[in-house]
């Protein structure tokens, strides 16, 4: 028998395919796994939660965070200095029997009931031959443990030679482009670059429905700050809110996560900055702000073997769904310099930015400078080759080998101490060049959907209900004539709709079935508010408007409804205080 929170599941997901919000790709070629489509009211949804994301991590700190869009396709080379080519994978594991391949840690893991995130192949090879698992479809002996890159590759133009890489997060791109944006924003940090867009992740064999796929849209943003500046400027803000955080003690002694105080996380050494913790709290609101409740959401400490190949210290979000308990929604990290070194490294070119000293500072140096006056005077003709001779062994190599001795030969020419002069320089030095260090937040969008979704749906008096916050609802308003086949109505009805949506309200028109129907219908798409035109509407040109939660309904002047609804859409206050408010 199916559990309550199987059967929550499977009547959200029918709803869900009902009533246009998403439902598995390529349907008539029978699916392929990891892929999705969302429908009218589910790309809706997606792109209200993103408007959402944009206005918490975007507009909010347009002083310092800025939003780009870079390509999906990147060259060989970013992913190769980013490290994704030699560390983004997998474990893999195929059947010797009928060749299906798994992911050899979630065998392990459904079998075993236990997490073996983070170990090796030959150490989960040993627990699959120690448990005598098998292929979960034949039944077959399974073969040595792999590893499988997730990227996806391609070729950019006709040539094999140029291989290129669907990118697996949205970070390279920012990275490689950081430079001009900084030059852009007047050099200054802290400076976020956000970016919301499409990647792929080529999944062994990906499950959970939507919760697992292999092509997925990020929200991410990449904050880089001084690492000398040890206060994060911005955690006052939010240093007394609560985040439940389970820690890798709690974690490794089986304790539950526990509540702290923004800044006192930062203040005991459980979060490592400061602006980590200031954004951790951003995505907390975010996620609240979606009708996710705070005790459905908590961070989770990340072990060293199970952070990524960039990070020093990463928290995954997680918020809690009926069918698979904690889901990962968002990953918040400390990525050090990591990204930037390594595209120094690989490009050759200096990602570094300038930071000036409070007061200037003189520093003497020792610099070895060629005598070329001298040399010009006793090797005349030959002189360019004595100094380049010269400096391609090293001005200051050269002259430490001849501090006890008057002269080397080298290509036949005689070198003395007197061509090479040691000269003390006293320089005024105003700053120094750094590689920025960076966080960043990243949330998987089509994830939040989902959990959104389940954290809407409600069933009364056997009706199902999306109760949607009303500023994410994929469809603001509704509106139905009383009587399906009074012209009159149905004249007022549609000149209604028309104006709402000239005003820029997300609205339906629905004249089919009885007014019971519609309603129906209307609460099932997570519509707040229906309006409808009756027969007093005729006299008083006044209009019913009824709340989808509550089911109450307040009566409306038809000219006042625009701004109720307005007002409604962001508030949450009882329809009933609305109208006091127009």
């Known amino acids: 028998m199916a559990s309550v929170e199987e059967d929550k599941y499977e009547r959200l997901m029918d709803l869900a395919k009902r009533r246009g919000f998403l439902w598995p790709s390529y349907e008539i070629y029978g699916g392929v796994a990891g892929f999705y489509d969302l429908g009218p009211y589910g790309i809706s949804l997606k792109n209200n939660i993103i408007n959402k994301w944009r206005e918490y991590f975007i507009r909010r700190h347009q002083d310092m965070v800025v939003e780009v869009e870079t390509p999906v396709i990147g060259p060989a080379k970013v992913y190769e200095a980013s490290g994704h080519v030699e560390n983004f994978t997998d474990p893999i594991v195929e059947c010797l029997k009928c060749g299906r391949k798994f992911r050899a840690d979630h065998l392990v893991e459904e079998k075993l009931g236990i997490s073996v995130e983070g170990l090796t192949p030959e150490e989960l090879t040993k627990l699959i031959r120690e448990n005598n698992i098998k292929c979960p479809v034949c039944g077959g002996e399974l073969g040595e443990v792999k590893t499988f890159n997730l990227l996806f590759e391609t070729r950019i133009g006709p040539y094999e030679s140029n291989k290129g890489y669907i990118r697996p997060e949205l970070a390279q791109g920012i990275f490689v482009a950081f430079k001009r944006v900084l030059e852009a924003m007047r050099n200054r940090l802290p400076l976020g670059i956000a970016q919301i867009g499409r990647v792929g992740r080529n999944e062994i064999s990906p499950r959970q429905g939507v919760i697992r796929l292999r092509e997925f849209t990020i929200m991410e943003m990449e904050f880089f700050i001084d690492p000398k500046r040890e206060e994060c400027p911005i955690l006052s803000k939010v240093e007394d809110v609560d985040l439940y955080i389970l820690t890798q003690k709690a974690r490794l002694n089986g304790e539950p996560p526990e509540k702290y105080k923004a800044g006192e996380a930062v203040d005991e050494g459980i979060i490592v900055h400061g602006c980590l913790a200031y954004w951790m709290v951003v995505g907390k609101k975010f996620v609240e702000s979606l009708g996710i409740p705070g005790d459905s959401i908590m961070f989770e400490d990340k072990l060293p073997d199970e952070r990524a190949h960039y990070s020093s210290q990463t928290f995954d979000q ?122 960043e937040p990243s949330f998987g969008t089509d994830r939040i959907v989902f959990a959104t979704l389940e954290h809407a749906y409600r069933e009364k008096d056997g009706r199902r209900i999306l109760s949607f916050p009303r500023d994410i609802a994929p469809v603001q308003v509704s509106v139905f004539p009383l009587i399906e086949k009074d012209e009159k109505l149905r004249e007022i009805a549609t000149s209604l709709y028309r104006d709402l949506v000239d005003k820029g309200f997300t609205a339906i028109y629905d004249d089919s079935g009885n007014i019971g129907r519609r309603y129906a219908r209307s609460d099932e798409i997570g519509v707040p508010f229906a309006v409808t035109v009756d027969y007093q509407t005729l006299e008083d040109k006044t209009v019913t408007v009824r709340d989808r939660d509550t089911w109450r309904q307040v009566r409306v002047n038809i000219n006042r409804l625009p701004n109720l609804i307005r007002i409604g859409l962001g508030s949450k206050l009882p329809l009933e205080e609305l109208v006091s408010k127009i």
């Open 318 to 439: 997680k918020v809690k769904v009926s069918r698979w308990g904690w889901i990962e929604i968002a990953g918040h990290s400390y990525r050090g310099n990591y990204d930037l070194s390594r595209h120094m490294k690989y490009s050759g070119k200096d990602l570094r930015v300038y930071r000036s000293y409070p007061e200037p500072v003189i520093r003497k140096t020792v610099k070895y400078l060629v005598n070329k006056a001298l040399i010009g005077r006793m090797y005349k003709k030959d002189a360019p080759n004595v100094i380049s001779i010269i400096e391609k062994y090293g001005v200051e190599k050269l002259y430490n080998e001849l501090a006890d001795k008057e002269a080397i030969v080298i290509d036949g020419y005689r070198i003395t101490k007197d061509m090479i002069i040691m000269k003390i320089v006293e320089e005024k030095i105003t700053g120094e060049k750094f590689v920025p260090h960076v966080i």
